[in-house]
Structure formats: C-alpha cells, structure tokens
C-alpha cells in the first residue's frame, strides 16, 4: 500500500503544482516552458507507474473489503464512465459540449473517479479514486476562481460534438470488452 500511496502523492502533488500559480510562474521562469512541462510530465509519469505497481501489489497481497457494492453498481459505473470517455475527446474539440462542461477534464475525472468508487467497495480502490476525486473537485475549484482560466469558445460546432461522441463510444466499447480486462485485469461486467 505504501507504494500505491506514494505514487499518489507523487502523481496529485505533480498536478496540483499548477494550482499554485506563483511558485508555478517561478518554476517557469527558472527552467523555460519546454523545460517545466519535461519536469511536469516525468513527475506525472512517475506517479502513475507508482501507482499501477502499488495498486497491482495491494491487489496480489489480497484486497481488504471495506463494503460489498450491489452488482447494479457496476453497470451504473460502466454507464457513467461512458459519458466520460465522451468528455475525453470533447476536451480537445471545439464543440458544444467542451463549452458546456468548461473544464472537461476535470469532468472527467470526476466521473471516472465517482463511477469507481461506486462500484469497487475495498480499502485500496477507496483510496485511490477517492484521492483522485477529491483532487478533480479542488482542482475544478481553484480553475473556477481563477481569472482567464475558462474555457472560451466563440462559435462552438455539433460536429465536432458528434465526433466527440463517436470516438468516446467506440473506445468505450474496447476498453469494457476487451482493454480493462488486458491492462487492469479486471473484467468490467462481472461474469455469472
């Protein structure tokens, strides 16, 4: 578990460096853009490879249960995490719903984090998407305080909602029925 936590601290603290704007500002001028983004991105590297080895090694030494989620969860979980694969590409396109949602990513996380904990009732799975859920929520709270941080889109186009849309639901369908089982080695709908 330590490792899980550590890549956790790690990966959050990474990312909530940018919510400090000064020391952020600082960090920049000390090591160019290109320079704080190489640093920014190794931290964040490192953090998720800390975290999928500290989570495998929780899970291998046998989880501990905390609650025991009705199976409905995880298909309201799946159905969640689809909306979420849909926000995904949306943050990139210039589309209605990345106008609608202002901070996409955030949302994202926010879902996928959410849907998780409903679904997953032991000690390791609380403590890793409850972290990152609690991060998505403060992060979404200190980019709405700040000023110039919104998301501004002058003529928001349906197609790039639709494609959006498309390219959630298509990797949505793979990682359900196929790449959750082969990276996370967990079937996503249980099998009776």
Known sequence: MAILILGLVVFIGVHAFTMM????????????ETGY???????????????????????????IPIWYPPIWTQHLAALLVLFAFILLPAAYLPGHIKARAKHPMFAVVKIWAFAHLLANGDLGSILLFGTFLTW??????????RAGDSVVIAEPQAKYDAIAVGIGVVAWLAFAFWLHMVLIGVPVFARA
């Open 21 to 32: 704007r000064e020391p952020r500002a600082a960090a920049i001028a000390r090591f160019g």
């Open 37 to 63: 983004k190489a640093l920014y991105s190794i931290g964040a590297l490192i953090g998720i490879a800390l975290i999928w080895i500290g989570f495998g090694e929780y899970r291998a030494s046998g989880m």
């Open 136 to 145: 998505a929520v403060l992060g979404r709270i200190s980019a709405k305080r």
